[in-house]
């Protein structure tokens, strides 16, 4: 087998434990030239070892221990020159419980895998800034009422009840956020497909929200749309944060406009464009937008939206751009294919 294209480093060691094989990337990782690697024992070839000096093979005798063994656990070691390494291996017996006959040894850098470290770090931390700011407030409230209830009048109670109340469904819609962003992150996010009117969602959506408008906008509702299979209520969820995000962050919305518009293919689907009054977002900035936890500007929310909306849309197997309106402000370009299933039962 030709391990030449693997990412990772490949060292492959016959019965007496001379190396028989590496791959392309383990001779980058250990400067080797040619074939100067062949024959030698796996000892040297992989001079790795723990912060206590215990190296490599020594500590995981590849040849010894339990003859039922197949598999050497990947853990950290570390270079001569310092660096950090997983290191895993396989154990090949040509018969049950016969002696190794081959040592495959798999070889990548830590770098990466630290990096994926601090990024989960960073979001365990952001998450619980985001949690503890609503649970403060819920807390405060609630110990001071139940410590000094007779001391406050009935119109002091009902504020501190109506801010413990918004504090939360505030920590609620972060939960149901967090719960979304996750399954997003797993691709577990389901959809409960069924023929949805896009015009009808926005017309709904704007009833509800466009009470926060403190300018008038267009709306432009195209002829004859087509029907969109796929779950109504995820795409509500993406029409109101769109709206919203215009009303709050962007300056008022100015249009929001819906039409059949055919995809790259040629194939069918409806869009949906929202343009607000906004000074629009900047070129170099418009992928951060559907980063988790990005924020613009004061009265942000969760960060978590547009990352949402972005996950939403894309797994329906549609697309969204951001990009600037006619007249300026920002204009976010949402498409939907209109995916009708093949056959329609009763």
């Known amino acids: 087998m030709d391990f030449d294209d693997?990412?990772?480093?490949?060292?492959?060691?016959?019965?007496?434990?001379?190396?028989?094989?590496?791959?392309?990337?383990?001779?980058?990782?250990?400067?080797?030239?040619?074939?100067?690697?062949?024959?030698m024992h796996l000892s040297e070839a992989v001079p790795f070892d723990d912060l206590s000096g215990n190296s490599w093979y020594d500590t995981t005798r590849p040849y010894d221990g339990i003859a039922t063994r197949k598999r050497i656990s990947e853990q950290a070691w570390w270079s001569p020159k310092g660096s950090e390494y997983l290191i895993t291996a396989s154990l090949v017996r040509e018969r049950p419980a016969g002696p190794v006959s081959q040592v495959v040894v798999s070889v990548r850098n830590a770098r990466i895998r630290n990096q994926r470290d601090r990024e989960r770090s960073d979001l365990v931390a952001t998450v619980a800034h985001e949690l503890r700011s609503p649970l403060t407030g819920i807390k405060g409230f609630t110990s001071t009422l139940l410590t000094k209830w007779d001391k406050f009048s009935e119109e002091q109670r009902q504020f501190m009840l109506e801010t413990v109340d918004a504090d939360a469904d505030r920590l609620s819609r972060l939960i149901t956020e967090l719960l979304d962003a996750a399954r997003i992150d797993a691709g577990r996010?389901?959809?409960?497909?069924?023929?949805?009117?896009?015009?009808?969602?926005?017309?709904?959506?704007?009833?509800?929200?466009?009470?926060?408008?403190?300018?008038?906008?267009?709306?432009?509702i195209g002829d004859d749309l087509d029907l969109i299979w796929g779950d109504s209520d995820r795409i509500t969820q993406v029409v109101t944060n769109l709206v919203e995000n215009a009303m709050r962050h962007g300056f008022g919305l100015r249009e929001l406009a819906v039409q059949n518009v055919p995809g790259a293919g040629g194939e069918g689907g409806v869009s949906l464009e929202v343009h607000d009054n906004g000074p629009g977002i900047p070129e170099e900035m418009r992928q951060r937008v559907f980063s988790r936890f990005w924020r613009a500007g004061p009265g942000a929310g969760s960060g978590l939206g547009m990352y949402i909306v972005r996950g939403i849309v894309e797994e329906h197997g549609g697309k969204i751009d951001i990009g600037d309106a006619e007249g300026g402000g920002a204009l976010i370009s949402v498409w939907f294919p209109i995916n009708e299933p093949d056959t329609m039962t009763d």
């Open 189 to 220: 996010l389901t959809l409960k497909r069924g023929p949805v009117k896009l015009d009808e969602i926005v017309r709904h959506v704007l009833t509800n929200v466009s009470g926060g408008a403190a300018e008038p906008f267009e709306i432009c």
């Open 6 to 39: 693997f990412p990772d480093g490949v060292i492959v060691a016959g019965p007496d434990g001379k190396v028989l094989y590496v791959n392309e990337r383990i001779r980058v990782m250990a400067r080797a030239e040619g074939d100067e690697m062949l024959g």
